[in-house]
Each structure stands twice: as structure tokens, then as C-alpha cells.
């Protein structure tokens, strides 16, 4: 048997080389997933939310009322912090800020492009959790975006294809194996 020519070893590495550039053009770019800022302060989920099983509510209370979950103001910390691990220079600092009215500058993990709109109300008057959107928050002692948070991914749920059983459940009660959509998904859902 003959040797390959020369040639084709370059056609199969250029077929390689354009088939890679092929696929990291398809992939969604504006997915920030896996993104973990360094924040100013070590606020554990895993400790608070997890350890010491405060619910999410305690802290981001305005999710249930609002579009937005907010970030709790350093009062809510001190409602335990004026007595619990006062030795510890974190813990200070937060004091020494609360004390001079300065907020800590949480670093965003989660954010959506300003045209497109995002309602936290809605979902949870739905039966969509946290963890759904925002994986185990409860376990990690850094949030991290644990889901792609793009177009293709919130549609997956809104047109049913991906929707959570109790969602689908909830929007058809009268089918046995519920399917269907269970949001709106034209364009001016999201953008407007
Ligand atoms: C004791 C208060 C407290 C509790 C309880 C708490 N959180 Fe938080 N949460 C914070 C603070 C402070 C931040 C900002 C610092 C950070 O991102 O770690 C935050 C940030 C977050 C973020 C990231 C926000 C962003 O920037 O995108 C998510 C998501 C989140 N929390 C979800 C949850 C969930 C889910 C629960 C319940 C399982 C929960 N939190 C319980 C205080 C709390
Ligand atoms: C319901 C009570 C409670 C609230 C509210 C609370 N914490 Fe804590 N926090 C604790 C407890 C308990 C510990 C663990 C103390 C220990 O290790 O002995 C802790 C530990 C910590 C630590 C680790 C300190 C160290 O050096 O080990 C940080 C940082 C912290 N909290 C920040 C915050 C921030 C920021 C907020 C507000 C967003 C907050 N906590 C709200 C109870 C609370
Ligand atoms: C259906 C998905 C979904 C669910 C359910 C959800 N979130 Fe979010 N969350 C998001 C998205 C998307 C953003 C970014 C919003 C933006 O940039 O406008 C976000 C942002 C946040 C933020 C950053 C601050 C803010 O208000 O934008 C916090 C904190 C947060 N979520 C906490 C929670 C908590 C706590 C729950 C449960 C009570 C929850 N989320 C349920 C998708 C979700
Ligand atoms: C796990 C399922 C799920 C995911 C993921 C999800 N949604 Fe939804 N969404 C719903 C449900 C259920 C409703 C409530 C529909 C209703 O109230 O009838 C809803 C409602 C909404 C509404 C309000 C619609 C209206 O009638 O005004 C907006 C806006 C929205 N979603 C945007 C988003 C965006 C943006 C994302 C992605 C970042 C997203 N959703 C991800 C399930 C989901
Ligand atoms: C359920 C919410 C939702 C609906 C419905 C929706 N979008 Fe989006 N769209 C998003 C989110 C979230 C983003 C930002 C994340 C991303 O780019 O994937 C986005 C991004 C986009 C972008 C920017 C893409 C980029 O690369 O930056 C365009 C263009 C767009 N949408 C058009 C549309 C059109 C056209 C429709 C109707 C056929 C539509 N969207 C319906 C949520 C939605």
C-alpha cells in the first residue's frame, strides 16, 4: 500500500482548523456561564443560606414583589453581626462601612444586555425556583452564573420544552402528561 500524499495531510488539518472555527462561531457568545467575580467581602451562600439554612427570602425579599431580587443593604447583616464573630476583620470592616453609611461594592454575577427584560415575580408566582436559574446557590461559597442566561435558553423553558414538571402541571392541570408552553415567547416578551 502506498503512502498518503503529503497533500492530503494538509487537507485533512485545514478540514480540522475550519470545522473548529466553524463551531466556535455557532456557539453562544453572549453566555457569561461559569462566571465567578472575586467579591469585596467572602459572603458564604454556602454558609448562610446552607449551614445556617436562612431562606433566600431574609435577604432578597423584593424577588417575590418585584422584577428585581436585589442585594441586601449591610443593616440585614447586622441584625446578627453587631454580636456574631466580632473577632473576625471582615466582619470589622463590614461594621466600620455601616458605621461610616457606605455600601460594600458587590460585584454583579448574573446580568442580562439592557434590551432585553427579565421580571423575578412572575417566575417564582409560577413555581420557578432559584436553583432552576441560579443552580444550588446554597452550596456554593461563591455564586457563580450556573446556567447560560441566553435567548435560546429562556425560550427552552417558556415554549415548554424544558419546563420544570410543577410549571407544566400547574398550566395544564387538566392533562395527564402536561405539555405545551407555559410562558409567552414573542419577541416583545422580552424586548421592549
Ligand atoms: C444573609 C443574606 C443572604 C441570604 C440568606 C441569601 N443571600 Fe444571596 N446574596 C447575598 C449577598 C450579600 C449577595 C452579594 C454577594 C455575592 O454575590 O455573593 C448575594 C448574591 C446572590 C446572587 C448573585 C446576584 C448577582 O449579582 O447576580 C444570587 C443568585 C443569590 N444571592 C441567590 C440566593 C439564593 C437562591 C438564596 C437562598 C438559597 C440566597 N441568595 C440567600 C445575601 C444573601
Ligand atoms: C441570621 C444571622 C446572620 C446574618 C443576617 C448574617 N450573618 Fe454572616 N454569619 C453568621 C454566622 C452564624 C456566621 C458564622 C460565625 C462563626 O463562624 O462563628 C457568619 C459568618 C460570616 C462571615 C465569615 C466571617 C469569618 O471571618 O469567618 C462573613 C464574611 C459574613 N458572615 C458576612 C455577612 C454579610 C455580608 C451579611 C449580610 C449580607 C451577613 N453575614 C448576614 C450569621 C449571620
Ligand atoms: C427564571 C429564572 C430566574 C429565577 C427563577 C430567579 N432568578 Fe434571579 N436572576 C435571573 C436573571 C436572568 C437575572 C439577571 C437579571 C437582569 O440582569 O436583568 C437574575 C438576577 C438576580 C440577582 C441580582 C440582582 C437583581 O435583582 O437582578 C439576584 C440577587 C437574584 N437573581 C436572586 C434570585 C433569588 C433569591 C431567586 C429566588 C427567590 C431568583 N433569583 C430566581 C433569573 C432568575
Ligand atoms: C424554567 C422556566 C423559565 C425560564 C428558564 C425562564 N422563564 Fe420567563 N417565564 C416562565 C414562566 C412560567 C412565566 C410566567 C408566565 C405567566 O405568568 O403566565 C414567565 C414569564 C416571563 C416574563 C413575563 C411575561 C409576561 O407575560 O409579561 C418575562 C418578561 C420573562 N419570563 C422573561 C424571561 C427571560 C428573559 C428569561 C431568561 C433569562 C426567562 N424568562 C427564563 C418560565 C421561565
Ligand atoms: C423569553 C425572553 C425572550 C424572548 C421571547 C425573545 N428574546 Fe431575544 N433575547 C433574550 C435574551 C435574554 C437575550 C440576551 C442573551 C442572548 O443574547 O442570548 C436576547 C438577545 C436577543 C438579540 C441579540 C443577540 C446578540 O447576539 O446579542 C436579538 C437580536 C434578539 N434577542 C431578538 C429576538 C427576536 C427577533 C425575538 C422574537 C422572535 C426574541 N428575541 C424573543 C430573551 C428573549
Known amino acids: 500500500?502506498?503512502?498518503?500524499p503529503r497533500s492530503f495531510g494538509i487537507f485533512v488539518f485545514a478540514l480540522v482548523v475550519v470545522a473548529g472555527l466553524v463551531i466556535w462561531t455557532i456557539l453562544p457568545r453572549t453566555s457569561n456561564e461559569g462566571y465567578i467575580p472575586?467579591?469585596?467581602i467572602p459572603f458564604s451562600?454556602?454558609?448562610h443560606a446552607g449551614q445556617y439554612k436562612m431562606d433566600?427570602?431574609?435577604?432578597?425579599?423584593?424577588?417575590?414583589k418585584s422584577a428585581h431580587a436585589g442585594v441586601p443593604s449591610l443593616s440585614t447583616c447586622m441584625g446578627c453581626h453587631t454580636?456574631?464573630?466580632?473577632?473576625?476583620?471582615?466582619?470589622?470592616?463590614?461594621q466600620k462601612a455601616y458605621a461610616e453609611g457606605k455600601p460594600i461594592e458587590w460585584l454583579r454575577v448574573h446580568e442580562l444586555p439592557d434590551?432585553?427584560?427579565?421580571?423575578?415575580?412572575?417566575?417564582?408566582?409560577?413555581?420557578?425556583?432559584?436553583?432552576?436559574?441560579?443552580?444550588?446557590?446554597?452550596?456554593?461559597?461563591?455564586?457563580?452564573?450556573?446556567?447560560?442566561?441566553?435567548?435560546?435558553?429562556?425560550?427552552?423553558?417558556?415554549?415548554?420544552?424544558e419546563a420544570p414538571k410543577n410549571v407544566l402541571k400547574s398550566t395544564y392541570p387538566e392533562q395527564e402528561n402536561p405539555e405545551g408552553p407555559v410562558?409567552?415567547?414573542?419577541?416583545n416578551t422580552c424586548h421592549y
Open 115 to 161: 434590551h432585553a427584560h427579565f421580571n423575578h415575580k412572575r417566575h417564582l408566582a409560577k413555581g420557578v425556583t432559584c436553583q432552576t436559574c441560579h443552580g444550588n446557590v446554597q452550596e456554593m461559597d461563591k455564586v457563580y452564573q450556573a446556567q447560560p442566561l441566553t435567548m435560546g435558553w429562556c425560550l427552552n423553558c417558556h415554549r415548554g420544552f
Open 183 to 187: 410562558a409567552p415567547f414573542s419577541c
Open 38 to 40: 472575586e467579591q469585596p
Open 45 to 47: 451562600h454556602k454558609l
Open 83 to 94: 454580636v456574631v464573630k466580632t473577632d473576625s476583620p471582615w466582619i470589622q470592616q463590614i
Open 1 to 4: 500500500m502506498s503512502r498518503l
Open 56 to 64: 433566600c427570602r431574609y435577604c432578597h425579599g423584593s424577588a417575590y
